[in-house]
């Protein structure tokens, strides 16, 4: 249950940050809006997420998931290079969270 939560949180933050895109600058309300919500929703599904797994390895699972689904709605999506540093770099961010996860909890 606790992946769920985290999932959840994941799925609320990489659509905050889209819709944060749209938004302009927060000039755009509806956008704006969608924003502030999910980031509502995400942070309240990774605080309920910490109650009962390691902060260390839900933030590294939270924010690199972020991260690398962000980086590549940008570059499919929004146009958005797709340079080798920039692929590079987002497996990376992957590798370092399955490194991070098999450190496991003691």
Do not use: C, Q
């Not at 609320?12 to 509502?40: C, H, N, Q, R």
């Not at 390691?54 to 939270?62: C, E």
Request: glycine share 12%; charged share 10%; net charge neutral.
């Amino acid at each position: 249950m606790v992946y769920l939560t985290l999932a959840g949180a994941i799925v609320s933050e990489i659509l905050a940050t889209t819709a944060m895109k749209y938004s302009d600058g927060f000039s755009k309300l509806w956008p704006s809006l969608g924003t502030v919500l999910g980031y509502i929703v995400a942070f309240t599904l990774l605080a309920k997420t910490l109650k009962s797994m390691d902060v260390g390895t839900a933030y590294a699972i939270w924010a690199g998931a972020g991260t690398a689904v962000v980086a590549a709605i940008g570059m499919v999506f929004l146009g958005e290079a797709a340079s080798t540093a920039r692929i590079v770099g987002l497996l990376l961010v992957i590798a370092g969270v399955v490194v991070l996860n098999l450190g496991g909890a003691h």
